[in-house]
């Protein structure tokens, strides 16, 4: 259980365009999604916060015109790095947490993540 | 500030023998602890956590970790290393400021089992 999705898995992309990222919550409602960003053999950087259905909360620092989130429903949310350059290239990793089943309450679920290159 | 401390980059163990990944945080109130793992280029993946109760929590893959309140300590244990267990291991804690609603990770401390 609690499984999360993102895709693609990884994307290579030139500069100044826009790759958008999809995160899936499988098995259960997502009613909270996150947005970390993850350096090479670095810990997680928290970039933004969404609820469904309203605005996602940003970072201090994240610029939130660069990246779009979107959490349209109860298990879709998306992040667009809109004018991507080569110091976007990171590995972007999603989670999603609940209040809906108890089993899964308090914990967030991380999706596999996905590796951008930008050239 | 709130952080979380992993005091060692690595850990190295022989396979069949004990393993202790350390950490410790500094968090106001009565934070919830997680652990999770990574494998190269994947996400992470929850093994465990405490919210309250008993101070010894088991997880996933056999893994357990003992909640030391006096010492804002999170160790993760396991009594018999695998091979397999060899990876990147993150400890988090989620403040009771803004509802228990983010994780602050520490960073990290990577695993290596030896045959």
């Known amino acids: 259980g609690a499984v999360v999705s993102q895709h693609p898995s990884w994307v290579i992309c030139k500069s100044g365009t826009s790759v958008k990222i999809e995160c899936r919550s499988l098995?259960?409602?997502?009613?909270?999604m996150f947005w970390y960003r993850q350096f090479p053999k670095q810990s997680l950087m928290l970039m933004a916060t969404?609820?469904?259905?309203?605005?996602?909360?940003?970072e201090q620092g994240v610029e939130k015109d660069k990246f779009l989130i979107n959490h349209a429903s109860l298990t879709l949310s998306t992040l667009t790095v809109t004018s991507a350059h080569p110091e976007d290239s990171s590995f972007y990793i999603c989670?999603?947490?609940?209040?809906?089943?108890?089993?899964?309450?308090?914990?967030?679920?991380f999706g596999p993540g996905t590796r951008l290159t930008v050239l | 500030a709130q952080s979380v401390a992993q005091p060692e980059d690595q850990v190295n163990v022989a396979e069949g023998n004990p393993l202790t990944v350390k950490c410790t945080y500094s968090?106001?109130?009565?934070?919830?602890l997680f652990w999770y793992v990574q494998y190269p280029n994947r996400g992470l993946q929850f093994l465990l956590k405490?919210?309250?109760?008993?101070?010894l929590v088991k997880g996933s893959y056999g893994f357990e970790a003992e909640f030391n309140k006096s010492q804002t300590s999170f160790h993760l244990k396991k009594p018999s290393a695998l091979v397999s267990d060899s990876a990147l291991y993150f400890c988090a804690v989620s403040p009771p400021r803004g509802g228990y609603n983010k994780l602050i990770f520490g960073a990290g401390t990577r695993l290596a089992v030896h045959p």
């Open positions: 969404s609820n469904e259905g309203s605005k996602a909360t940003y």
């Open positions: 405490y919210i309250t109760g008993d101070n």
């Open positions: 989670s999603a947490g609940t209040s809906g089943r108890a089993d899964y309450s308090d914990t967030q679920y």
């Open positions: 968090v106001s109130g009565n934070p919830y």
């Open positions: 098995d259960f409602q997502a009613t909270t």
